[in-house]
């Protein structure tokens, strides 16, 4: 079962505005992790965030995580058109080299 | 970043045929890759995780007889789809993660995934 869930599942927003997407996962975790997807495309790493922290910094991308509420918000601000892509937020399943278990990700769309 | 490729980028076969997709580290040895399927508009999936020089760990539901995973050298996996039916249809991403970037448990390199349509 998926372990994280984001929401909103779309958006759309006009260029130069934020776009906030969160993500609540159910059991406990080392890190969380965002990817973004371009349409057709394999995934691309954005930013980790480990337990211990609560906010996390990249450019224009702005990660935070509660853990006492299970959930993760990623900002990204300025938006362009080329953030148009999918966003899925991922946590381990256990701890060490295993794999990565997705939310349902969200769709953003960047209106020029 | 780390380079994990995947070939063939896209394949159209017939129902009942066998498709083989190649996952490959480039420039790191990889003594795990992931297998995803992912539907259109859905997320990725976990399929199996590929391992090196044994047998492949299968998620419940997906089946080791129709989805053969061989892991025969350090990089590179390979994903066998046999006696394809249209249902079978989807993307399918291999993933990786680099030794020494962040430990286990940081980020998964991916390749660009392989877009199968079983006609």
């Known amino acids: 079962s998926q372990q994280g869930e984001e929401d909103p599942q779309a958006l759309s927003i006009q260029e130069g505005e934020n776009a906030t997407m969160n993500c609540s996962y159910k059991?406990?975790?080392?890190?969380l992790q965002w990817y973004r997807q371009n349409s057709g495309r394999g995934l691309v790493h954005l930013i980790l965030i480990r337990s211990n922290e609560r906010e996390k910094h990249s450019g224009r991308l702005r990660v935070t995580l509660d853990t006492s509420k299970k959930s993760s918000s990623l900002l990204i601000t300025a938006s362009r058109a080329a953030d148009t892509a999918s966003y899925f937020c991922a946590t381990l399943r256990n701890s060490g080299n295993t794999p990565l278990v997705f939310g349902k990700g969200t769709r953003l769309s960047v209106i020029a | 970043g780390a380079v994990v490729s995947q070939h063939p980028s896209w394949v159209i076969c017939k129902s009942g045929t066998s498709v083989k997709i190649e996952c490959r580290s480039l420039d790191f040895q990889a003594t795990t890759m992931f297998w995803y399927r992912q539907f259109p508009k859905q997320s990725l999936m976990l399929m199996a995780t590929?391992?090196?020089?044994?047998?492949?760990?299968?998620e419940q539901g997906v089946e080791k007889d129709k989805f053969l995973i061989n892991h025969a050298s350090l990089t590179l996996s390979t994903l066998t789809v046999t006696s394809a039916h249209p249902e079978d249809s989807s993307f399918y991403i291999c993933?990786?993660?680099?030794?020494?970037?962040?430990?286990?448990?940081?980020?998964?390199?991916f390749g660009e995934g392989s877009r199968l349509t079983v006609l």
């Open positions: 993933s990786a993660r680099k030794p020494g970037t962040g430990g286990v448990d940081g980020e998964l390199f």
């Open positions: 059991t406990s975790i080392n890190n």
């Open positions: 590929s391992n090196e020089g044994s047998k492949a760990t299968y």
